[in-house]
């Protein structure tokens, strides 16, 4: 869909935020390493400028993106390959591989059977590897930008450890982020209906992330946000 395309190009622009949003979920990356729905490559960057000697696989299954990541990202440790969360196929064709890290950034929250996706990473993994999962949080919450961005769900916590546990995982880690960000989606999506992510409310929101991660961090202490960061162990 357009509109959510272009709201990726906001979102990928905003590069406190994305660094704040890579920061959470860098302690738990190790070993050889998957990222599933690269997108523009906002994480895929950071992924390979932080982890320079790991083994790195970026997918996707947009050819439009595939050719994108193919021409920004590079080098010996870097493989580029379709992936489409919803074929069999596509992850049979991993044959033997696996890896220890899997992330999954803002991803499951489009699939229609994101059981079949979690069950599938979790046969790529190795033993005691890690999926690392952000996905929009609270059901209620689901609007029109979570329309226009092709969602097929926004999740409870309780939701999220149920569908984990049942594929076989063990929680690590399970905290939300982004408290801020509520009011915004809120008032965008639900209030005014607004189909399109606004480039001046997130410019001025990306240069206050440093003020905003401190009052998280410090005073909410993550208990709600717009979005839910997991750690699932196999």
């Not at 546990?165 to 982020?177: H, P």
């Amino acid at each position: 869909m357009e509109e959510g395309r272009l709201n990726l190009q906001v979102l990928a622009k905003q590069d406190n935020f994305n660094d704040w949003l890579f920061s959470a979920i860098k302690p738990f990356i190790f070993g050889r390493i998957l990222e599933v729905g690269c997108g523009e490559g906002t994480i895929s960057r950071r992924l390979i400028i932080d982890f320079p000697r790991n083994k790195i696989c970026l997918s996707d299954v947009d050819g439009q993106y595939l050719a994108q990541l193919k021409i920004n990202f590079s080098g010996q440790n870097i493989q580029v390959r379709k992936l489409d969360l919803c074929s069999a196929a596509d992850f049979d064709s991993f044959g033997q591989e696996k890896f220890d890290t899997v992330v999954c950034s803002n991803v499951l929250e489009h699939i229609p059977d994101e059981l079949f996706t979690l069950e599938k990473i979790y046969g790529l993994l190795r033993p005691a590897g890690k999926l690392i999962l952000v996905v929009p949080q609270y059901p209620r919450l689901f609007n029109k930008l979570d329309e226009a961005a092709g969602h097929v769900r926004r999740y409870g916590q309780n939701e999220l450890i149920d569908k984990a546990l049942n594929v076989g995982f063990t929680i690590e880690k399970l905290e939300s982020f982004n408290a801020a960000g509520l009011m915004g989606w809120f008032l965008n999506g639900t209030l005014f209906q607004s189909r399109k992510l606004s480039q001046t409310a997130f410019t001025a929101f990306n240069a206050l992330v440093p003020i905003i991660k401190f009052i998280e961090k410090n005073i909410f202490g993550r208990r709600f946000g717009l979005s839910i960061i997991a750690v699932l162990k196999k």
